[in-house]
């Protein structure tokens, strides 16, 4: 029996006219590039992306056809989000980060018949035109009166003089809620770039499960700041969820350092904001370095890497700010694991909170997940039982974009390469990624306890632990930290802290310090280029 509602497609356009309809003169407040901000509302950003997408038509993108962006946060980012998606074609979203080489092999796989950039990107894209013969449009996001001369681009076009040729009202077509609307590569960090392609319906609702009170807790009342690049992981949903609930939506451009988004936190009231933990790390030192204060924010979501305990000290007990820590990846829309407490942690003492806040969390609406043994067989959810993590759900990939080599699922499971425990309340907590793990005479060594060990040193201000190839052990622990300013500690020192915190056979061999950490192009560290560091020095010495 057919049930007798209305049946309407979940889409991205639908978004982006639930905002404009019912919260029109909500601000969107936007960081330009070239300076300045842009102050605009939901009814505006809907009017701006009707025009974009029929300068789409006018370009003659057919459905379907994959749109790049190589853009920072900011309003005419968040125009082709809508704007591309809505009238059918494939917001293709690239980070900038990556090495031009990496750039153009990504655009021809998910093969791009237009990208616009920011021109702060435009060294970037005149290294990758030679390689992409197939991209038919070049579009600088920026005024007509701002295109540089002679950019060696032929066509070039600037974005304000294309949206001027579209008309304010665009009719959305009806598409099938399963068509792709988004597509997005993994990072590559464990070989070639992936392209996950998400669908309107996997958008929405992951937007929905994003936006209710356990995960992000948006609504009408919030001022919302997506510090997570709109490249990674369409900002972690943030912008569809803002959309969705009729938030203010703040967007930070390129200016991501402490001092910045300190100041447009406090100058936009901003109530809710997101980003990794290294973003949150300047934006602490920053106000430490001065002794300031929020004023309005009232959560932090802290993801993309675990969150040291240091730090949901710092925000909760100091500055009064809930911390969200949550967990996903490009392959789950982003957002699956969310950590806020249940009924029954109300009453918890202030240390065991933060050991809670600590833990990545338990499943939002929308996804399952278990643990899996080496054998494939489901483990325990009794908090110590360690495996790996596989998810699934409507908004978790099935396939990869072009994908050759056989599917990615086991059993409909998608594995996520992370290894993790659940406890009996079901929350995750991430042990580490498969690849991280530190193998020591045939014992497995977390690195992320590793980390949480020195990151708690009151001198530590980031700490990544690696494996390094031993004779006899196979594998040692190298700490490497970088220490706060003004900070002073010894190797021995370092060394000589994890006693009595993890297993004697645990305590790192060595501690190297740097002056920064070596970042990879989503803010995370890059362990890579830390082997490679390490791997260039003297052996490291064995355990006693
Ligand atoms: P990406 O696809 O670039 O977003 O990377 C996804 C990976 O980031 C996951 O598989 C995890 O290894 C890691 N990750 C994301 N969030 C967290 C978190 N809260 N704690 C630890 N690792 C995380």
Redesign the pocket.
């Known amino acids: 029996m057919e049930g007798l509602m209305q049946q309407q497609p979940l889409l991205i356009s639908t978004l982006l006219e639930h905002a404009s309809r019912h919260h029109g003169a909500t601000a969107v407040v936007s960081r330009r590039t070239e300076g300045g901000f842009f102050r605009t509302t939901w009814r505006d950003t809907a009017v701006r992306a009707h025009r974009l997408a029929h300068a789409l038509d006018g370009l003659r993108l057919a459905p379907g056809e994959r749109v790049g962006t190589l853009a920072w946060n900011t309003h005419r980012h968040l125009e082709l989000y809508f704007g591309v998606s809505g009238s059918g074609r494939v917001l293709h979203t690239i980070n900038p980060r990556l090495h031009a080489q990496q750039v153009a092999w990504i655009v021809n796989h998910a093969q791009d018949r237009a990208v616009c950039f920011d021109l702060a990107f435009l060294a970037l894209v005149r290294e990758i035109l030679p390689l992409c013969p197939h991209v038919r449009h070049w579009i600088a996001l920026c005024e007509d009166d701002r295109l540089p001369a002679d950019t060696g681009i032929a066509g070039l076009a600037s974005y304000e003089a294309l949206l001027g040729t579209g008309t304010a009202r665009y009719p959305w077509p009806a598409l099938d809620e399963n068509s792709a609307s988004t597509i997005c590569y993994?990072?590559g960090t464990t070989g070639p770039p992936k392209g996950v392609l998400y669908s309107h319906r996997s958008a929405v609702l992951n937007a929905y499960a994003a936006a209710t009170p356990d995960a992000m807790n948006l609504s009408a009342r919030d001022a919302v700041l997506p510090v997570v690049p709109m490249f990674?992981?369409n900002a972690w949903g943030m912008v569809y969820a803002a959309a969705l609930v009729g938030a203010v939506l703040v967007l930070p451009a390129q200016a991501l350092g402490g001092e910045a988004l300190y100041e447009l936190i406090e100058a936009e009231q901003v109530t809710f904001a997101a980003g990794v933990p290294t973003v949150w790390q300047g934006l602490l030192d920053h106000m430490a370095s001065r002794e300031l204060r929020f004023t309005a924010l009232g959560r932090a979501m802290?993801?993309?890497?675990?969150?040291p305990e240091s730090m949901i000290r710092d925000l909760q007990e100091r500055h009064g700010v809930q911390v969200i820590?949550?967990?996903?990846?490009?392959?789950t829309s982003?957002l699956g694991i969310v950590c806020t407490p249940k009924r029954e942690h109300l009453g918890l003492a202030a240390d065991e909170m933060v050991a809670l806040c600590a833990k990545?969390g338990r499943a939002i609406f929308g996804i399952d997940m278990r643990i899996v043994g080496d054998d494939g067989h489901e483990l325990a959810w009794d908090g110590k039982s360690c495996g790996e993590l596989q998810v699934k759900g409507p908004a978790i990939v099935r396939d990869y974009y072009g994908n050759t080599e056989g599917s990615p699922l086991r059993d409909g499971w998608f594995p996520?390469?992370?290894v993790a425990t659940i406890d009996a309340q079901g929350y995750v907590q991430?042990t580490d990624?498969s690849k991280d793990l530190i193998k020591s005479g045939g014992e497995w060594i977390s690195s992320?306890a590793l980390e949480a060990v020195a990151c708690a040193h009151p001198a530590v201000k980031y700490a990544a632990c690696i494996g390094v190839a031993h004779p006899r052990w196979g594998q040692r622990p190298v700490v490497v930290a970088v220490l706060k300013p003004g900070a002073a500690l010894g190797r021995d020192e370092l060394i000589r802290f994890y006693e009595g915190k993890v297993a004697r056979w645990q305590i790192p061999d060595d501690a190297i310090f740097l002056d920064d950490m070596p970042l990879g192009p989503?803010g995370?560290v890059l362990k890579s280029a830390l082997r490679e560091l390490v791997a260039s020095r003297a052996p490291p010495r064995s355990p006693g």
């Open positions: 993994t990072s990674h992981v802290i993801g993309g890497s675990t969150c820590h949550a967990w996903g990846m490009t392959e982003p990545q996520t390469g992370d991430i990624r992320v989503t995370k």
